[in-house]
């Protein structure tokens, strides 16, 4: 089943992009499964973009994208689409994670800038060879953390840059949340013919904390800004025992500046209600949490908490803001050549640090940050 959409034709390529030019950017997804079908809403949502092309190998995944961007060609290969389209700004690559390094090389090489969704890569040495295509082609690589567009983190950065509570010293946060989806991919062992949803084999998924919780330790670093020195983590399988992946962790990060950084991750934490997701800052001043919809910030010295407003997303919009947001910095990337608000090396950060934080629970010890490769 080879480029089977209504464009039959082979395209034309378009003239190249710029701040000036007002033409959308057109772009390829590439993986059309459950977040797929949520960017294509949200891509539709913005006047900046045209879906021109979607590949997916999976056919009624792929038939139901082509439901929702009818006026996009199809491929169930994405060598074929990169290889036949010449009418290309932008890839999306939204495939599971072991295919992130693989399929966004060969978009890189194919001279379009990509938004990969996260996390960046499975291993430290596939993040390394993504930033170095990127680096080699000179196309914006953006990695798609798009949960630090959440309100309450763009006001935390803003109000710990400004020393609202002096010296970030102490970070407590964690993610309490359900199962992951039953109806994910199935990935088929070619040796055994066994199919298993790919969220619950390392070798597909990497690990569950690369899967979620990477966005609040994405935020959070951008946050602290400082380096990691060491990752301790203990967990495991206490409720789901039918798959490698592990269904619970707590972690403790230590930063080279004394900071330390606690993270609680529970996939059996459905209905938690606000214990689901928690952030606490506390620095030498002052203490800092979201709460009622604002930021209250509190000092050692006691006084009463000092209350400061979130600033919404604008333009608001009905479906994952975050989402919408993430497109306009890549599309301001791509436009301009600024480098991604997300890019690589912060990629690569978060993923390290939770590669790290696995190893420390499969190996019951402390991870120093040279035990995975720079
Ligand atoms: N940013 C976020 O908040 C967020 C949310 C959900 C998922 N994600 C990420 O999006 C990615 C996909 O997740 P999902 O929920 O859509 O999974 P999914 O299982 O619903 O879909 C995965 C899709 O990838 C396709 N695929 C498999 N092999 C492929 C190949 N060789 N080429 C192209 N497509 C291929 C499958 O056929 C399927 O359609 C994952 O990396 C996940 O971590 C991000």
Known sequence: MENIGRRTFLPASVPALSAQTTRPIRVALIGTGHRGWIQIAVLKANPGYEIVALADPTPEFLDRAATLAPGAARYSDYRKLLAERKDLDAAIVITPNFLHAEVTIAALERGLDVLCEKPMATTVEDANRMAAAAAKSGKILYIGCQKRFFPTNLKMQELVAAGAIGKIEFVSANLFRGDWNPRSWQYTDPKTGVSTNWRYLTRTEGSALLEDG?????????????????????????????????????????????????????????????????????????????????????????????????????????????????????AESVRTRKPPFVGPESGKLAVKIMLLAEKSVREHRVMDWNDLPA
């Not at 990752?231 to 409720?239: L, S």
């Not at 707590?250 to 059996?268: A, M, P, Q, R, S």
């Not at 606000?274 to 509190?298: D, S, Y």
């Open 214 to 330: 990477i966005h609040e330790v994405d935020a959070l670093n951008w946050i602290i800004n400082g380096r990691v020195r060491r990752v301790m983590a203990t967990g495991g399988n206490n409720v789901y025992k039918d798959r490698e992946t592990i269904d619970h962790a707590g972690l403790l990060i230590e930063y080279e500046n004394g900071v330390k950084f606690t993270f609680d991750f529970c996939l059996f934490g459905q209905n938690a209600g606000p214990a689901g997701r928690r952030t606490v800052l506390i620095g030498n001043e002052g203490i800092m949490q979201p709460e009622n919809g604002r930021i209250a910030v509190r000092k050692r010295t006691g006084g009463p908490a000092q209350y400061f407003d979130l600033k919404p997303l604008e333009p608001r919009v009905p479906e994952d803001p975050e989402a919408y947001h993430q497109l306009l910095a890549f």
